[in-house]
């Protein structure tokens, strides 16, 4: 409890000083980049060495890539039930087909299953959503938007994200113990990821016109937070027959609002801007209601 207590807190706090004015036009980015340079890769260091490699950790992954997939297919035809237009559909492939598995779900697992489960969520923040978004996402972003797809700016973005990095080192140094006051300073920077992050998503929220967006909001957070979640559980564990903790962490992962990251990418393509904000701005308020709906359910498989 008190960990959700510090979520909820700093988010409401973002959202008080960006209405106050107390903090620049700036400052998420510059919150966003401590988070992404500093504390990530931290807490990648800090946890990752002590994951057991186990055939959940692959399963983990793949359901992320899976959940795309997914999204990229039932969009694909809702587009053309619904009469959506090419650059609606972008932008709910991007915002309903990722999760926000770090700057909500690492904070949100710590609060639900405690910090030892922040590594494998942080592992299906990297190796999934992440590099879902730096590959196939802005593919999806290109096509939609009509802009040519650069390979090379691809590999730029895979390459260049520290925490990425971080998670190749720690699994390098899986054979190593850390020494007593490298470990604590790793763990004290990784705390730094749930309140700076929560404090950026409120700093962000923007409500937006919701008229003329409503039945377009509905679909993608309907299928984002409820029908995205319930499949991944039938592969799983009706197919996979997975359970236990790592089952648990990786469908609480799924349940997850909007990736921020994947709204500033299909922002930046120009995918139904209006539709992006409220995806965003909606989604992950009102996830602070669904995932402890999704832990208790979860709790019970």
């Not at 960990?3 to 700036?26: D, H, K, Q, S, Y």
């Not at 980049?33 to 793949?62: E, F, K, S």
């Not at 492939?93 to 922040?118: K, Q």
């Amino acid at each position: 409890m008190q960990n959700l207590a510090l979520l909820v807190l700093c988010f409401t706090l973002g959202i008080a000083l960006r209405r106050t004015g107390r903090l620049p036009e700036g400052a998420p980015a510059a919150l966003n980049a401590v988070i992404i340079n500093v504390a990530l890769p931290a807490l990648a260091l800090a946890y990752i060495p002590d994951i057991p490699i186990t055939p959940a950790l692959g399963q983990a992954v793949m359901v992320a890539w899976l959940m795309f997939g997914f999204a990229a297919a039932f969009f694909y035809v809702a587009a053309r039930v619904w009469r959506l237009s090419r650059e609606t559909t972008g932008a709910l492939i991007l915002t309903a087909g990722l999760a926000n598995t770090s700057f909500v779900g690492l904070p949100m697992i710590e609060a639900f299953f405690g910090r030892h489960g922040m590594g494998l969520g942080l592992v299906i923040d990297q190796l999934g959503s992440y590099l879902i978004l730096a590959t196939f996402g802005i593919l999806v972003a290109s096509v939609f938007s009509g802009t040519a797809f650069d390979p090379q700016r691809v590999v730029r973005k895979v390459l260049g994200f520290p925490p990425l990095w971080a998670i190749v080192i720690a699994l390098a140094l899986r054979p190593f113990d850390y020494p007593d006051w490298l470990s604590a300073l790793l763990h004290r920077l990784g705390d730094l990821v749930a309140p700076l992050a929560l404090l950026s998503v409120g700093c962000q929220l923007r409500l937006g016109a919701i008229n003329g967006n409503a039945r377009k909001l509905g679909l993608g957070l309907a299928f984002k937070l409820v029908a995205a979640p319930v499949a991944m559980s039938l592969v799983l564990v009706g197919l996979l027959d997975a359970e236990g903790e790592s089952m648990r962490i990786t469908l609480f992962e799924a349940a997850m609002p909007p990736m921020i990251g994947a709204a500033i990418v299909a922002m930046e393509h120009k995918l139904d801007p209006p539709l992006i904000t409220l995806m965003v701005g909606i989604g992950i308020p009102l996830s602070f209601l669904t995932l402890p709906v999704w832990h208790a359910v979860l709790a019970r498989l």
